[in-house]
């Protein structure tokens, strides 16, 4: 299921996908396009008030019914609480990848001034990491001719593309690579697939861009779930919003990067998202943990989850491979 949120918009809707959206508006400055990509579900090991919050194992659809509920009812306020203009942004439900498993994610894009629109992509991408308790949020910049990440958008020709047939191609080309299992985000009928490099310049894929998109070709070709195609393939910028939990437990990293007027606006959006998710968890028997995480539970949070499976890609890659850093 994808939904989403009907906005006034500077160029062709979302639901037309990525491609669409670059053919038809180009990226001129006063017409820049970023897109955030997120959860809803709280960072894993992060050490709320009430305790952690387990969802490993939990179904998709339980996992849905949460994200579509804070899709609605919070999504439309943290936009206004960091004072983004409604007609600058366009938003999407939609199924998203992470070290090989596929979770209900949400998507957002801001279109207008370079800087205006990065300005408030950062922001926004903190208001919405300090709201949900997130370790990251992803920004992705279309807009730039000097990006170093290579992005491969894979479409669905059939017009089929869900969380299943989604992560039956995910499950597919990290078969061809194991580094194509880091992660995805949709976008109306495309994959969008993302060669993020790490601090140190490596990618977490441990693919170099050419066999990072071939890889993606020879899946798309090779796929026999439903029809796919490369649409689409080049250069943009990715970076990561960040808050480290574990030695930022009050989330003063995003905290730092909004004003006081915004986070006292924030403030109530945050308790409505506890009561969301108390309620969801009791409804839906998540475990529940301690209210302080321990080191082990922390560990469990993107980074470590990251660094292993990076590991795991340079491995299958044989000693020949690249070392990576960290």
Same mark, same amino acid.
């Given at each position: 299921?994808?939904?989403?949120?009907?906005?006034?918009?500077?160029?062709?809707?979302?639901?037309?996908? +990525?491609?669409?959206?670059?053919?038809?508006?180009?990226?001129?400055?006063?017409?820049?396009?970023?897109? =955030?990509?997120?959860?809803?579900?709280? %960072?894993?090991?992060?050490?709320?008030?009430?305790?952690?919050?387990?969802?490993?194992?939990?179904?998709?659809?339980?996992?849905?019914? !949460?994200?579509?509920?804070?899709?609605?009812?919070?999504?439309?306020?943290?936009?206004?609480?960091?004072?983004?203009?409604?007609?600058?942004?366009?938003?999407?439900?939609?199924?998203?990848?992470?070290? =090989?498993?596929?979770?209900?994610?949400?998507?957002?894009?801001? /279109?207008?001034?370079?800087?205006?629109?990065?300005?408030?992509?950062?922001? $926004?991408?903190?208001? +919405?990491?300090?709201?949900?308790?997130?370790?990251?949020?992803?920004?992705?910049?279309?807009?730039?001719?000097?990006?170093?990440?290579?992005?491969?958008?894979?479409?669905?020709?059939?017009?089929?593309?869900?969380?299943?047939?989604?992560?039956?191609?995910?499950?597919?080309?990290?078969?061809?690579?194991?580094?194509? %299992?880091?992660?995805?985000?949709?976008?109306?009928?495309?994959?969008?697939?993302?060669?993020?490099?790490?601090?140190?310049?490596?990618?977490?894929?441990?693919?170099?861009?050419?066999?990072?998109?071939?890889? $993606?070709?020879?899946?798309?070709?090779?796929?026999? %779930?439903?029809?796919?195609?490369?649409?689409?393939?080049?250069?943009?910028?990715?970076?990561?919003?960040?808050?480290?939990?574990?030695?930022?437990?009050?989330?003063?990293?995003?905290?730092?990067?909004?004003?006081?007027?915004?986070?006292?606006? +924030?403030?109530? +959006?945050?308790?409505? !998202?506890?009561?969301?998710?108390?309620?969801?968890?009791?409804?839906?028997?998540?475990? /529940?943990?301690?209210?302080?995480?321990?080191?082990?539970?922390?560990?469990?949070?993107?980074?470590?989850?990251?660094? /292993?499976?990076?590991?795991?890609?340079?491995?299958?890659?044989?000693?020949?491979?690249?070392?990576?850093?960290?």
């Amino acid at each position: 299921m994808m939904q989403r949120i009907s906005i006034p918009r500077l160029c062709i809707p979302l639901i037309g996908g +990525l491609t669409f959206w670059l053919a038809a508006c180009g990226s001129s400055s006063s017409n820049h396009l970023l897109q =955030l990509s997120f959860e809803a579900m709280p %960072g894993a090991g992060v050490a709320l008030a009430q305790g952690t919050v387990d969802t490993q194992g939990a179904d998709y659809g339980e996992k849905e019914a !949460f994200t579509q509920q804070v899709f609605n009812e919070l999504f439309p306020d943290i936009v206004t609480a960091v004072g983004i203009d409604s007609a600058d942004i366009d938003s999407e439900l939609s199924p998203g990848g992470f070290l =090989l498993e596929t979770n209900p994610s949400m998507q957002a894009q801001l /279109r207008g001034d370079e800087a205006a629109a990065t300005a408030d992509s950062e922001r $926004l991408a903190a208001a +919405l990491g300090y709201v949900m308790y997130q370790w990251s949020v992803l920004i992705t910049d279309f807009g730039t001719d000097v990006g170093d990440t290579r992005y491969v958008a894979i479409r669905f020709t059939g017009g089929d593309l869900n969380a299943t047939s989604a992560q039956e191609f995910f499950a597919f080309a990290a078969g061809i690579e194991s580094g194509l %299992g880091g992660g995805y985000s949709v976008f109306g009928d495309e994959m969008l697939f993302l060669n993020v490099r790490g601090d140190d310049g490596v990618p977490f894929s441990g693919l170099d861009d050419d066999v990072f998109a071939q890889a $993606l070709g020879q899946a798309a070709a090779e796929f026999t %779930g439903t029809a796919v195609e490369v649409a689409e393939s080049g250069m943009v910028i990715a970076q990561f919003i960040e808050n480290d939990w574990d030695s930022a437990s009050a989330g003063q990293e995003y905290r730092a990067r909004l004003d006081a007027a915004m986070l006292e606006a +924030l403030e109530p +959006l945050r308790v409505r !998202f506890d009561q969301l998710l108390d309620a969801a968890s009791a409804e839906y028997g998540w475990p /529940r943990g301690a209210a302080e995480a321990t080191i082990e539970e922390t560990r469990r949070g993107r980074g470590a989850e990251l660094w /292993r499976w990076r590991l795991g890609a340079e491995a299958s890659r044989g000693p020949g491979a690249a070392m990576l850093g960290h």
